[in-house]
């Protein structure tokens, strides 16, 4: 018997031990030298039908789809039939003129376009509603403008890599389904992996995602949003296994998907090729995440120590990059030259950061929350992040590309974003008041919406539906929040209400997580 590898399982049984035969659960791989060295699983695929998690198990690992994406492109480059500095429209001449956005910006988050998931929730759509791949590309030809110029910064973007998916398409002939099947998941042996253009599709052995309500009970998440080269996989960990192992032999161009740029300040953009290239600990990892409606997934290389942890969980309620990342510290643990885990101050010292932030120049808003233990939260946009130590004496909040460092001083939070900008936030006092005059009808032709405010209320008239149940929230002066139901989290717009010499409103500028700098006119 193989001790080390046993001491390994059961060390990853230990953090799976809180799923059982009534809740959801996840799955945690452990490659090492090229062997899947373990396997474990614990809690259902299927609640109602009281089928377990296997080896067999597949799972949607959503963002974690973009890095084969991004191989497509790779390979097409590399036979010459497209160029990765190529303009995007000279393949999709349909998209507006936002300035030059080359197929790479695209592939590293780089290129500023707005995401289409977020546009289309401005019209008060979510991914619970059924909506056409047509809808999608719409949204994103209908922008008149961007995040920010292209190549400036990092912000995250489903719309960038449905577009790549449909350059693959519009190159090669077939669709990126096919493409992927025939030059991926064949040649690899990778028989549990395919594309999945709609979430009706029946798939065998595919999990049923869940979410967690408030009662300790779940519910199956419902998602409908049409999946592409952004997110539209199923695979397994042991097909994951697969593609690790073609990362590693050069089967998969991994120095192509782990080559990394600069943004036009000369900072590096740890956002590669549909992997993120970072640090743990001191040791080089590559990495992305993957979320959607009851899953969640975590693609974890450290390619220095050949090691690579693959978890992937069905409820929303799960962190499987936490998982990962605690799997992989049991592994570095010992290792010469490995750094120690920062420790984060005490609880009596981070107690004072809870409260809420303002950046006025944005507008943007942060919430931090501290528990008596210490454990902070910080929220943007809804998004909520657990806070850790940085190595540097900062926090850093998120992971990867997504990740802020944060440095708190009285009153304020300095946070340095991913392209080396820095925003400072001040706290705010609880207890404002709705800015006057700001009832009415509001439009924006970028999203295609309408909005209504009545009071605290606010109805969205969209592309696709009409929709309410949207809250106003005060912030401060004439700053406010605009709260959206999502199936994801509980999502806000930072809004910033615009007035007239006389007084009165004429527009909301708003800001959302990933569409940003828009206006939305007040009708007569």
Known sequence: MDLARLKLERRVDDLLAGFSATTPGATIGVV?????????????????LG?????????RIASVSKQFTCAAIL?????????????????????????LITIDMIMRNMSGIR??????RQGGM????????????????RQTGTNFAPGERFLYSNSNFLLAGEIVERISGVSLKDYLQRHFFTPLGMNATRLTPTTGELVCNLAQGYLPQPDGLFIKAPHAFPLGGEGGLVSTVQDLALWDQALETGLADRAGLTSQARFTNAHLNSYARGLVVSQHRGVRTEDHGGLWPGFRTAFLRAPEQRTTIICIANSGAIDPAHLAFAT???????TPGVHPVPDMPKAEALLPMAGRYLDATGPMTLDVAVDPQGQVTLGANGNQMTVKAAEDGRLLAGKGSF??????????LEVELPSGHVQNFTRISPGAELPQGIDGRYICADMAAIWTIAGEAVSVEGPIVRAGGWRVEAIQGDVIRLHMPSVLFQAW?????????????TDLFVNGGRAKGLSYKRLP
């Open 126 to 141: 979510d991914l619970s509603m059924p909506c056409r791949r047509a809808d999608l590309l719409a949204a994103i030809c």
């Open 115 to 120: 995401d289409m998931l977020e546009i289309l």
């Open 328 to 334: 992989l510290d049991m592994l570095l643990d010992g």
């Open 493 to 505: 717009l930072d809004v910033r209400v615009l007035r007239n010499g006389e007084g009165a409103v």
């Open 51 to 59: 089928v377990p998690i296997s080896a067999d198990t597949r799972f």
């Open 32 to 48: 090492r030298d090229g062997a899947l060295i373990a396997h474990r699983s614990a809690g259902m695929a299927n609640l109602e």
């Open 75 to 99: 390979k097409l480059a590399g036979e010459g039939r497209l160029a990765t500095t190529d303009d995007i429209r000279v393949h999709l001449p349909e998209l507006p003129d936002l300035g």
């Open 403 to 412: 990740a802020l460092l944060v440095r708190a001083s009285e009153n304020v």
